[in-house]
Nanobody, 126 residues
Framework: QVQVVESGGGLVQTGGSLKVSCQAS????????MGWFRQAPGKEREFVAA????????AYGDSVNGRFTISRDNAVNMMYLQMNSMKSDDTAVYYC???????????????????WGPGTQVTVSS
């Protein structure tokens, strides 16, 4: 089993920045591909960003490409999402997703992931 927990959500103004973090434990961290998804009220959960287990590959959703950056530090078992130039449409619950794999791919589909965190609320206000 893998335990996943997000942190760092909160309230930010339009145009501002916020960094959320994800910690995963229970398996060797460098064998975990990871991603971020988000879900706003009344909407489907959508792909935000993904990173391969060694950090060599990343992928982004169209709505965040160029504004958000995903990264990871395997030495401390942490993965991050830096969000800049935030908009009201970024308001959502952000979920960290984890997939155990020996491949060096970044996965952008919900069904690829085996484990999920409880989510952290991010609210962008004007």
């Amino acid at each position: 089993q893998v335990q996943v927990v997000e942190s760092g959500g909160g309230l930010v103004q339009t145009g501002g920045s916020l960094k959320v973090s994800c910690q995963a434990s229970g398996r060797t961290f460098s064998q975990l591909a990871m991603g971020w998804f988000r879900q706003a009220p009344g909407k489907e959960r959508e792909f935000v960003a993904a990173i391969s287990r060694n950090g060599g590959s990343t992928a982004y959703g169209d709505s965040v490409n160029g504004r958000f950056t995903i990264s990871r530090d395997n030495a401390v078992n942490m993965m991050y999402l830096q969000m800049n130039s935030m908009k009201s449409d970024d308001t959502a619950v952000y979920y960290c997703a984890v997939k155990w794999t020996l491949n060096s791919s970044a996965y952008n589909t919900r069904g690829d992931y085996h484990y999920w965190g409880p989510g952290t609320q991010v609210t962008v206000s004007s």
